[in-house]
C-alpha cells in the first residue's frame, strides 16, 4: 500500500520501500496447521460424542419438562 500512495503523491517510489511481492512480514505469519491422522480422528470422535451427549441431553429435558404421560395397559380378563 506504501508504494501505492507514493506513487500517487509525486510519481516515485522511494529506495526504502518494501519489495513488491505482496507481503511486508513474513515472520508474523501463522504457521500452517497440521494435523495427522491421529488428530482427525480424536477430532471425529470428539464431534461424535458431543452429539451424542447434546441428544440423550435433549431428549432427557423433553421428557422430564413434557407434560404427565399417563400410559395405559389393556388388561388381559381370564375367565
Known sequence: MSEQVY?????????SAP????????W?????????AA????????AFTLG????????ALAHWLGPERVVEMRRIRRT
Open 28 to 36: 508474523m505469519d501463522r504457521p500452517p496447521l497440521k494435523v495427522g
Open 7 to 15: 506513487d500517487e503523491l509525486d510519481g516515485t517510489t522511494p529506495a
Open 52 to 59: 451424542v451427549v447434546t441428544a440423550v441431553g435433549v431428549l
Open 39 to 46: 488428530g482427525v480422528s480424536i477430532t471425529a470422535s470428539a
Open 19 to 26: 519489495a513488491a511481492n505482496g507481503e511486508l512480514v513474513h
